[in-house]
């Protein structure tokens, strides 16, 4: 897939991870890219002053908002699922509401907006890019519902580029540790930057790769599943 030929949506673009996907895109000369943002005020004046770029108001969460923004977007042919919520609280003790928003956010989020895009995605034959995360392989137990519905999604990527291959779609995960970005903010230890995960997951649709793993986190975390179980903790 050449990048410059393609049409992108992105979701949760207006800052961190999805911001730099936006970037990459217009660096490597996207035809157009939709800026999937909850908040359309959100958006800094390069991305609403850039004739390439279209924004579009998306909750991942409300599947009327999905509904139409598929709707807008007929001609996309990279979906990028990167909106996500992480909680940092205990399974068992911390709030069930935040559970739920995190898989509503970073599992049936994913699920439903692929949902929506997919005859758009067939008609093109393009690629869906789940922004995903080592913690699909670990667990922790200051996030574990974070991990858990990454968990979900690394699955939920796996059935669905099933599914989307018969019409050559490709469907690519992409697993990383820390990144320097508002979600990690309490987090002190090392950190890459947003630029690492999409220069990676970008040459990875390039050379057609269904699964990227972006930093020595992912690897680490990825090789300890043949492992004994107990050694699925946090690696981080
Ligand atoms: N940063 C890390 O260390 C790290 C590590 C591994 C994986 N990841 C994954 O990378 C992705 C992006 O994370 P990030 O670091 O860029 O986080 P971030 O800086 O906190 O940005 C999160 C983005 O998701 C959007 N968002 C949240 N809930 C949404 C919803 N219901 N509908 C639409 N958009 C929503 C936010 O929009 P608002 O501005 O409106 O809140 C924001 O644009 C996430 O899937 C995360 O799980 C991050």
């Given at each position: 897939m050449k990048i410059s030929d393609q049409t992108a949506f992105v979701t949760g673009a207006n800052r961190g991870i999805g911001r730099a996907f936006i970037s990459e895109f217009l660096v490597r000369g996207a035809k157009k890219i939709y800026a999937g943002v909850r908040d359309v005020h959100s958006v800094d004046r390069q991305l609403s002053e850039d004739p390439r770029i279209e924004i579009v108001g998306?909750?991942?969460?409300?599947?009327?908002?999905?509904?139409?923004?598929?709707?807008?977007?007929?001609?996309?042919?990279?979906?990028?699922?990167?909106?996500?919520?992480?909680?940092?609280?205990?399974?068992l003790d911390g709030s069930m509401a935040a559970v739920r928003r995190q898989f509503d956010t970073n599992v049936?989020?994913?699920?439903?907006?692929?949902?929506?895009?997919?005859?758009?995605?067939?008609?093109?034959?393009?690629?869906?890019?789940?922004?995903?995360?080592?913690?699909?392989?670990?667990?922790?137990?200051?996030?574990?519902?974070?991990?858990?519905?990454?968990?979900?999604?690394?699955?939920?990527?796996?059935?669905?580029?099933?599914?989307?291959?018969?019409?050559?779609?490709?469907?690519?995960g992409v697993h990383f540790g820390a990144v320097d970005t508002d979600f990690s903010a309490g987090y002190d230890g090392p950190k890459i930057s947003s630029g690492d995960v999409v220069r990676?997951?970008?040459?990875?649709?390039?050379?057609?790769?269904?699964?990227?793993?972006?930093?020595?986190?992912?690897?680490?975390?990825?090789?300890?599943?043949?492992?004994?179980?107990?050694?699925?903790?946090?690696?981080?």
């Amino acid at each position: 897939m050449k990048i410059s030929d393609q049409t992108a949506f992105v979701t949760g673009a207006n800052r961190g991870i999805g911001r730099a996907f936006i970037s990459e895109f217009l660096v490597r000369g996207a035809k157009k890219i939709y800026a999937g943002v909850r908040d359309v005020h959100s958006v800094d004046r390069q991305l609403s002053e850039d004739p390439r770029i279209e924004i579009v108001g998306l909750d991942v969460t409300d599947p009327g908002g999905i509904a139409r923004a598929a709707g807008v977007a007929t001609d996309a042919s990279v979906l990028v699922n990167n909106a996500g919520v992480v909680a940092f609280e205990s399974l068992l003790d911390g709030s069930m509401a935040a559970v739920r928003r995190q898989f509503d956010t970073n599992v049936f989020g994913v699920l439903e907006t692929t949902r929506a895009f997919a005859p758009i995605l067939r008609s093109q034959q393009g690629a869906v890019v789940n922004v995903l995360s080592a913690a699909a392989w670990f667990s922790a137990p200051a996030n574990g519902a974070y991990c858990a519905s990454k968990a979900a999604a690394w699955s939920l990527t796996n059935g669905l580029r099933l599914e989307l291959a018969p019409a050559g779609v490709l469907v690519q995960g992409v697993h990383f540790g820390a990144v320097d970005t508002d979600f990690s903010a309490g987090y002190d230890g090392p950190k890459i930057s947003s630029g690492d995960v999409v220069r990676a997951s970008l040459d990875g649709l390039e050379h057609d790769a269904i699964e990227v793993l972006v930093d020595s986190h992912s690897r680490a975390a990825k090789e300890a599943l043949t492992g004994p179980p107990n050694a699925f903790v946090e690696r981080m």
